[in-house]
């Protein structure tokens, strides 16, 4: 089955600095990558995706890129605010799976 | 998106003994999907449940312990069976967006928080 590896497991940055988080992934005929963000004690909110037939999508402050060759796709968060502070779920769907594979997660910490 | 809600947000459990969580939707949708999240970890699928079909259970995961209803388009329940501590964890259902192109966007349901004492 699909295998979905995230790095780092907690970032830290100051605000205003930017924050990248990566994901891979094994099964090539995955062809749907979300990215989901939790806050403590919620449930997991869609923040933006990509589909398998674009190389990057942008959405103000948050972007995602992709590389189908490499299998592997990345959340960029650029002028980060304190309320960027949560854990970030990379997921992979597809290649005759309907639910989603997560990422382990990140904890992106935003130091005043 | 749909709204999706989730019966009971939470509850404390003795061993042994069986636990139904329902989850309903607002509109109707063809694929509902269970997953659990166990503490300070990430999201693990446990089974895909169509209407008018047995659900589909993903690796680990076993009709016996878990078995799961779909009477129609905007609902389904999960039940967790001869539970265990272990058996500790959020669990959440989630939905398709029901407009749009596939492969289609998820939302999740706020999550039932069990604890198995």
């Known amino acids: 089955g699909e295998n979905v590896e995230q790095h780092p497991s907690t970032l830290s940055v100051q605000e205003g600095d930017s924050a990248v988080i990566k994901c891979t992934y094994s099964?090539?005929?995955?062809?749907?990558f979300p990215w989901y963000k939790q806050e403590l004690g919620k449930r997991p909110q869609l923040i933006i995706d990509?589909?398998?037939?674009?190389g990057e999508k942008k959405d103000q402050r948050i972007a995602v890129t992709l590389n189908k060759t490499a299998k592997h796709f990345s959340l960029h968060i650029t002028e980060t605010q304190p309320e960027d502070s949560a854990v970030y779920f990379c997921?992979?769907?597809?290649?005759?799976?309907?639910?989603?594979?997560f990422g382990k997660g990140t904890h992106l910490i935003i130091q005043p | 998106s749909a709204v999706i809600s989730q019966k009971p947000s939470r509850d404390i459990c003795q061993r042994g003994t069986s636990l139904t969580i329902q989850c309903q939707v607002d509109?109707?949708?063809?694929?509902m999907f269970w997953y659990r999240q166990q503490p300070g970890q990430s999201l693990t699928l446990i089974a895909t449940?169509?209407?008018?079909?047995?659900?589909?259970?993903e690796s680990g995961f076993v009709i016996d312990k878990f078995p799961i209803s779909r009477p129609n388009l905007t609902f389904s329940t999960l039940t967790v069976s001869n539970m265990s501590p272990e058996d500790s964890s959020i669990y959440l259902c989630?939905?398709?967006?029901?407009?749009?192109?596939?492969?289609?966007?998820?939302?999740f349901g706020p999550g039932t928080r069990l604890t198995v004492t």
């Open positions: 997921a992979t769907r597809g290649g005759g799976a309907d639910g989603l594979t």
């Open positions: 509109s109707q949708v063809t694929m």
């Open positions: 989630s939905v398709d967006r029901t407009s749009g192109r596939a492969p289609y966007e998820q939302y």
């Open positions: 449940a169509n209407q008018g079909s047995e659900a589909t259970y």
């Open positions: 099964d090539s005929a995955s062809n749907y």
């Open positions: 990509i589909r398998s037939n674009v």
